[in-house]
Nanobody, 123 residues
Framework: HVQLVESGGGSVQAGGSQRLSCAAS????????VAWFRQVPGKQREGVAS????????TYADSVQGRFTISKDNAKNTLYLQMNNLKPEDTAMYYC?????????????????WGQGTQVTVS
């Protein structure tokens, strides 16, 4: 049973940085795509970044390219999202997600395991 638990959210000033973590259990991190998504009330969930399980290659949304970095520590079964130069429009609930396989789009419909989310507020 895959479980994902996010942490690290909070309030930050524009231009600042924050790092989110997602502790995973119940799966083999070398065989699952993992990704970050975000959602603002009333809007669709937006893909932020994903990382492939074997070669570690990454995909980013245009809106965060160059500012956010996704990474994972397979030994700790933990996924990270380092967010730099934060903007007010980055304010959202951030979710980590996982799915078995090696094709890792930032498309929420593709993922079947989700965390409960952590709120990030940029002002």
């Amino acid at each position: 049973h895959v479980q994902l638990v996010e942490s690290g959210g909070g309030s930050v000033q524009a231009g600042g940085s924050q790092r989110l973590s997602c502790a995973a259990s119940g799966y083999d991190g070398t065989m699952y795509c993992v990704a970050w998504f975000r959602q603002v009330p009333g809007k669709q969930r937006e893909g932020v970044a994903s990382v492939r399980p074997r070669d570690g290659s990454t995909t980013y949304a245009d809106s965060v390219q160059g500012r956010f970095t996704i990474s994972k520590d397979n030994a700790k079964n933990t996924l990270y999202l380092q967010m730099n130069n934060l903007k007010p429009e980055d304010t959202a609930m951030y979710y980590c997600a996982a799915v078995g396989g090696t094709y890792c789009p930032i498309n929420s419909g593709y993922y079947n395991y989700w965390g409960q989310g952590t709120q990030v507020t940029v002002s």
